[in-house]
């Protein structure tokens, strides 16, 4: 189980970064939730779900995983990853810590990600 | 409440390497929840969790809060830090995630915490 979670989550980091959606929607159970970030609207299914991840599939974007933050705990994990977004002139940096539960196929059941619009920074490109 | 929380994550971190275990049980509302690491048994209320706590109050350790890993969204916060206990001749390194959700207090009402066995190391000393 521990392998297939980490493939998992190294998979989501990278398509969050580059897509398709539709890559990003299949690591998901069919009933899973994200929340993301804690305390906004939770998601429930792959339609709510892939209407998420469609908002920053036209933008200009990259995902590096901290594979060293890397902890699971059974059929659950945590992790930091850094996404970088281009939008307009500016770049967007965040780095948040995302927490999943995984179902006893790899798929991913629940998502949560802790971090605040202070946790962004943004510069000039 | 953003800073509050940082302040008991700063605090708890500190107490888990030095004690006393009642300061550390102090940061906890009364029925407050510990599961640790994630898939072991809750433990409920403040004698469950000091029992929990005591178990390292009689151990050589030391803590390191990341303090560029704490990420807090509302009334919940996720952070990596570093425990090191000397057992016997034998020194272990632990480096969880922790997840915590606050009441309006600033009072933890459930900690989560995700690693495993694999991820302690240990050296002779």
């Known amino acids: ?8 989550v190294e998979q ?7 897509g398709p959606t539709e ?7 069919a009933d899973a939730t994200v929340e ?3 305390g906004t609207d ?3 299914g792959h339609d709510a779900i892939r209407e998420f991840y469609d908002v920053i599939a036209n ?6 995983l901290k594979p060293e933050t890397i902890r699971i705990a059974g059929n659950h994990a945590a992790f930091m990853f850094t996404i970088v977004t281009k939008f307009g002139d ?8 995302d927490v999943m539960e995984f179902d006893d196929d790899g ?4 998502m949560r990600a802790y971090w605040t619009p202070e946790d962004m920074s943004s510069e000039a490109v």
């Open 107 to 110: 798929k991913i059941i629940s």
């Open 12 to 18: 989501y980091v990278k398509l969050v970064g580059s």
């Open 23 to 29: 890559e990003i929607v299949d690591l998901y159970a």
């Open 59 to 64: 933008l200009d974007r990259e995902t590096v």
């Open 36 to 38: 993301d970030p804690i």
């Open 42 to 44: 939770i998601k429930r």
């Open 1 to 8: 189980m521990a392998q297939q979670v980490r493939d998992v």
């Open 90 to 97: 500016q770049r967007f940096t965040l780095t948040p810590i």
